[in-house]
């Protein structure tokens, strides 16, 4: 059996990648401080977690996901404190202070997700030291940069997956299973000769403005522009009301719209039987686009990619005797 525990948990992707695999599975905790994401999260799996801090956790997990905080990380931001005390991306540490006061006990898998600014010089002091605390624990570190592209989903979102086991083995990325990248109009809600609802239209100035196609050549200190998406999206963030954003759809020129709630939730894997529990939760007002719902999916995690990450911990069973399953079938339990 294997118990899993989620930090900086989010809406759930790595459970939702288990369902998906149809494996089954049992998480023995979640931990997340925003209440709108605990409140998805328990939408999305019958729970009832409560918001809590990663700081006053402490359970024995067999695998372990987290995904800290990438503000300070983002090559987005003006300001980057990825290596500063007062950083959030210093709450990655606070993995390692929980596995170090398990005691004898190790987690077997730990993944760790984030943006691939963390590896750029200004801020990957941070990650250094945490791979060499991996080590100093026991572990083995792999990392590497995955695109959702590279996993079926027309999504340019890149992110660095660092996965540590015990016992000196070593993740082997070059298994994973990766697939063609579909095209964005099978994810798009709405298609060239639908009518599309106002509050999803372009019209303030401050960004038509911004559209590159009619200002490819920008001048001034502001240079950032909005890309017109032709076969896939741009990185999906918690807005889409701003510049740089995931790419705009055009309609007829010179018209432009944003992309749905629905479609950034397609575009992270998530179902739209999954939507649609969102939508209970967080309703949307009438002629207005919902905030929330673009926030819970902008940091998520591409659920595609991390199915293919479970494959391969399944398949090459990392850890000795992670898997355990009657009649020798193969079952992660979670």
Known sequence: MIKILELFGGIGAPRKALVNLGVEHKCIDYVEWQANRVKAYN????????????????LKPDLLVHGSPCQDNSRGNKVRKGSDIESRSQLMLETIRIVKEMGEWRPKVILWENVKGVLDKNVVPIFNFYLSEMEALGYTNSYDVLDARDFGIPHNRERVFCISILEGKRFDFGKLNKRPMRHIKEFLEYGPDDVIPEQYLITVPSMTSKIKEFNPKPTGSYRRQLDVIDEFCYTITERQDRCPNAGIIRLNSPQYRYLTERECWRLLGFSDSDFDLMLKEFPTKPGKRNATLYALAGNSIVVQVLE????VIINEDYGDGLIEGQYGQLQLIC
Do not use: G, T
Request: no cysteine; net charge negative; hydrophobic share 40%.
């Open 43 to 58: 939408a999305l799996y019958s729970n009832l977690h409560k918001p809590q801090d990663v700081r006053m956790w402490d």
């Open 308 to 311: 293919s990450i479970f494959e």
